[in-house]
């Protein structure tokens, strides 16, 4: 496969946005349907439908952005453009991160921003060494790639709850 240059999407915030969750960048399917999460092994809405007590999973998707504003949670990815051959975060090559530290400072009411995945916390800690209040959480990867158990993931993600 060759190697091509990947950007992410727009971020799904609101001013009210009190917990931003952050992954690395969208794999070629997300990228296809210009969706957040949009590989069925992908268990992000899953989860976080666990966290929220919401059927995410079964939603159309405009109908999960809405009950992501509803519940106050934003989306967005640590990395604006990177090389990437894969969908796999280990094949990011040549990453240009966003401007994080703006984007937190048009969010009042922030309480948490929850890291989804090692790639995201090791680009997003980076970007944003010391938020001023707000809690930061490294969560396992929602991806299929990281083979830990729903059930493992799951509890994880449940702490993620305080910031709602």
């Known amino acids: ?45 899953r989860l976080l439908g666990e966290v929220t007590d919401q059927p995410l999973a079964a939603l159309p998707y405009e109908e999960r952005l809405a009950a992501l504003r509803e519940a106050k949670i934003g989306l967005w990815d640590v990395i604006r453009t990177a090389e990437r051959r894969t969908s796999s975060d280990s094949d990011i090559r040549d990453a240009e991160a966003h401007d994080l530290g703006a984007l937190v400072a048009t969010l009042p009411d922030l309480r948490m921003i929850a890291f989804n995945g090692g ?6 800690r980076k970007r944003l060494p010391a938020a001023n209040g707000i809690a930061m959480i490294d969560l396992p990867s929602s991806s299929a790639a990281n083979t830990t158990g729903f059930a493992a993931k799951l509890e994880r993600w449940q702490l993620i709850r305080a910031a709602l």
């Open 1 to 45: 496969m060759p190697t091509l240059r990947h950007g992410s999407f727009a971020p799904h915030v609101h001013r009210d946005t009190r917990l931003l969750i952050l992954g690395s960048l969208p794999g070629a399917r997300s990228l296809a349907a210009r969706q957040y999460y949009a590989h069925p092994t992908n268990l992000f809405w």
């Open 119 to 124: 790639k995201a916390s090791a680009i997003g």
